[in-house]
């Protein structure tokens, strides 16, 4: 094994237990996926019970995704302060919790109350996942690990919610949306505590009591050799500050990436918030209309394989520009006319995979963009402003269909998302030297 273990485990094939690891984070990414967009399919029944305002509405759509900027940068910490397995197992208590405290709300306040916690656990969660699966992958299968633990999220959304749809198909009310994700992200605290093994980067930097012994039970489970002392310390890199970011040299990089990844992601909310209430709207069943949102999780998932895939051969930016070009017509397109349930749910299955290639298309862009001495502080400050300012996207549709704007303006309005996020990453274009373009 010799005196770097993680890096000998990086260079060899997985083992079962490395897979089994990955597969339960997927799983947990997955989870993650239902549990932010159960709000969406018990919407419809929210509105009617309660008699809210589609404004009101809007609020209680959003709140989660507040949750999930503050828990991806603070639980993000504490899984680089206390460990990866402790965070994720406090990330599925917290969702659990505040499924059930959603499932037995009876006023607005209870419900945003608990939306916001099972953001921060979500937020937490999809953070610490993307560690732990880059920590226990080998090298040469990290990237597509990494690709289908981000694809895990529109998987749970599909499975999640044709179980959702099922249930209202079959007469049970809204609630037993949340009870669906509390039982689920309740059987799923088991499989996180048997899989995951904490990471042995996190132990050979962060040298915890017992370390030897922890480390040693890791590669134990790995079926690798016992290390008999611990290698020597490692060299602690001082981390930028945030301060680093505003500086001459990298504030135009990182006002364009933040702008682009917010107003693209306010895009994808819209979208994801709103569906289900627009298609019930339109004269459909609260079933029918979460039909319509799981065709658009098939659509999301198709394109964040399809950027990978295409990536390959092809320049990023390019490709990433025409899908966000496609997005605006094809969420614009949602309000355009009287469409038909089918006419409907073609529309935003195009707009799904459009809009998520665009959005998955930008990761790759800002960690060519921001130098390693910066790459950490500046995606997360772009993804941290880009989640809690898309939180703005679902209120400010909600105001608008409240203020008796129709869905023809609506639409398009909030599908300019795409193309300011498509004018900023034009300006980094030509800010970026040639030979450093993705």
């Keep these: ?25 997927v799983a947990l990414n997955s989870l993650d996926g239902f549990d932010v967009l159960a709000i969406s399919f018990a919407a419809p029944g929210i509105a009617t019970e309660w008699g809210i305002t589609k404004a009101m509405l809007g609020v209680v759509l959003s709140v989660e995704l507040f949750g999930m900027a503050i828990g991806s940068a603070a639980l993000g910490n504490f899984a680089d302060r206390l460990g990866r397995k402790p965070t994720i197992i406090g990330c599925l208590a917290m969702m659990a919790v505040g499924m059930f405290a959603a499932a037995m709300a ?24 993307s560690a ?29 919610g044709s179980v959702a749809t099922a249930l209202l198909a079959a007469g049970h009310n809204w609630r037993s949306v949340f009870q669906f994700g509390f039982l689920a992200t309740l059987a799923a605290l088991p499989l996180a505590a048997l899989a995951l093994r904490e990471s042995l980067g996190f132990l050979l930097s962060e040298r915890p009591r017992n370390a ?3 480390i040693n039970r890791v590669l134990a489970s790995y079926a690798r050799e016992a290390l008999t002392e611990l290698p020597p310390p490692r ?6 500050p945030i301060a680093t970011l505003f500086t001459p040299r990298f504030l135009p990089a990182t006002v364009l990436l933040t702008v682009a990844y917010l107003a693209q992601i306010m895009v994808f909310y819209f979208m994801q918030k709103w569906i289900p209430k627009l298609v019930v709207d339109m004269g459909h069943t609260p079933a029918e209309a979460g039909r319509v949102l799981v065709i658009a999780n098939i659509g999301c998932l198709a394109g964040a394989l399809a950027i990978g895939l295409v990536s390959q051969w092809l320049k990023l930016v390019p490709i990433i520009l025409a899908a966000m070009g496609c997005a ?8 355009a006319g009287s469409w038909s ?40 400050f772009a993804i941290g402003v880009g989640r809690g300012g898309a939180a703005l996207g679902p209120m400010a549709a909600g105001a ?17 998302g795409a193309l300011v996020a498509g004018l900023m990453l034009v300006l980094l274009s030509r800010r970026t030297p040639k030979e450093q373009r993705a």
């Design 1 to 25: 094994m010799g005196n770097d273990p993680e890096s000998a485990l990086q260079e060899l094939p997985m083992h079962w237990r490395q897979v089994l690891a990955v597969a339960a984070c």
């Design 235 to 240: 060299p602690r890199q001082s981390a930028a």
């Design 212 to 214: 030897l012994a922890r």
């Design 328 to 335: 605006f017509v094809f969420v614009t397109g949602i309000g």
């Design 106 to 129: 009876h006023t607005i306040p209870a419900l945003a109350a608990a939306r916001l916690l099972t953001g921060l656990g979500i937020g937490g969660m999809i953070a610490t996942t």
């Design 341 to 380: 349930l089918q006419q409907m749910s073609v529309i935003c299955a195009c707009a799904g995979f459009f809009i998520n290639a665009a959005v998955i298309g930008l990761y790759p862009v800002m960690a060519r963009t921001f130098p390693a001495e910066v790459r950490a502080s500046g995606i997360g």
């Design 132 to 160: 732990i699966v880059a920590e226990t992958s080998s090298a040469r299968r990290r990237s597509l690990n990494l690709a289908l633990n981000i694809a895990g999220y529109s998987a749970g959304a599909i499975l999640g």
């Design 400 to 416: 608008m269909l409240a203020a008796g704007y129709p869905l023809s303006v609506v639409a398009p309005v909030m599908g300019t």
